[in-house]
C-alpha cells in the first residue's frame, strides 16, 4: 500500500514497484487518514508511507496502522533527511527510513528488507542513530524526548494549522477547556511560549508542511 499526497509522486513510486515480479501495489491514499481506510480495505503487507500528510500526518497513521494490523511493515519515504523525523518515524513503528531523492535506488530494496523483517536505513540515518546513542552514553542517561500523546499531537497540529480554541473543540468533539489544557501541557511539555513556537515545533516534527 502506498500513501502520498502527491499523485505524481505515488504514480512514480508505482513504475519502480510494479516493474518488480515479487512487488506489487494494491492499494492507493492520498492522506493518513485515507491509508487507514485502505489497510481495513485490502490485504497488503507492507505500507509506504510519506511522513507530512493531511489529515493525518504519515507519523500519525503509522501508529494506526500497527495497532490496527500489527504485522503490517511499516516504510517512510520522505524528502525530510531530517535527524528528529528519523527517530519519530522509528518510535512510530516504521522499520525503514527512505529518501524520496534516492527512492529509485534504495525504495526496492527498503520493501524487500522490511519484507525479511529486517530494518531499512540510509547511510546518513545510521550516523545519526549511532550519535545519538553515543550522546546518551556520553551524558550517562536518556534525552527527553517530549513524547506527545495522540489527543496533544491532533491539538498541536490543529493549533499550528491556525484554528482557535473553540474551533479545535468543534473538530475533536471535546469542550473548549479541555483544548486550553492541551494547549497549556503542549507548551510546557515542550518548553514553548506561544502559538508561534508550537507551529514551528509542528513543522519541525512533521505535523504539517512548512
Keep these: 500500500m502506498l500513501a502520498d499526497d502527491h499523485a505524481l509522486v505515488r504514480r512514480g513510486v508505482r513504475l519502480i514497484l510494479d516493474r518488480e515480479p515479487d512487488l506489487e501495489v494494491v492499494a492507493e ?21 510519506d511522513i507530512a500528510m493531511p489529515r493525518l500526518t504519515g507519523l500519525q497513521a503509522a501508529r494506526e496502522l500497527a495497532a490496527l494490523k500489527p504485522g503490517l511493515r511499516i516504510l517512510m519515504l520522505t524528502m525530510h533527511d531530517n535527524e528528529q523525523y528519523l527517530f519519530q518515524a522509528l518510535k512510530s513503528g516504521a522499520c525503514g527510513y527512505v529518501l524520496k531523492s534516492v527512492a529509485d535506488r534504495d525504495l526496492v530494496a527498503a520493501c524487500r528488507a522490511a519484507m525479511r523483517d529486517e530494518p ?20 550517562g542517561e536518556e534525552t527527553s524526548d517530549h513524547i506527545l500523546t495522540p489527543r496533544e499531537e491532533e491539538v498541536l497540529k490543529l493549533v499550528a494549522e491556525g484554528h482557535s480554541s473553540k474551533e479545535i473543540a468543534e473538530i475533536l468533539f471535546i469542550s473548549i477547556k479541555t483544548v486550553q489544557r492541551h494547549r497549556a501541557n503542549l ?24
Design 187 to 210: 507548551l510546557q511539555k515542550l518548553g514553548l511560549r506561544d502559538r508561534l513556537e508550537l507551529t514551528r515545533y509542528a513543522i519541525r516534527a512533521g505535523l504539517i508542511e512548512p
Design 120 to 139: 531499512f536505513l540510509y547511510p546518513g540515518a545510521v550516523t545519526a542513530l549511532i550519535r545519538n546513542y553515543l550522546d546518551r552514553v556520553r551524558h
Design 29 to 49: 491514499a492520498g492522506d493518513g487518514a485515507e491509508a487507514i481506510d485502505m489497510a481495513r480495505a485490502h490485504e497488503a503487507d507492507l505500507a509506504v508511507l
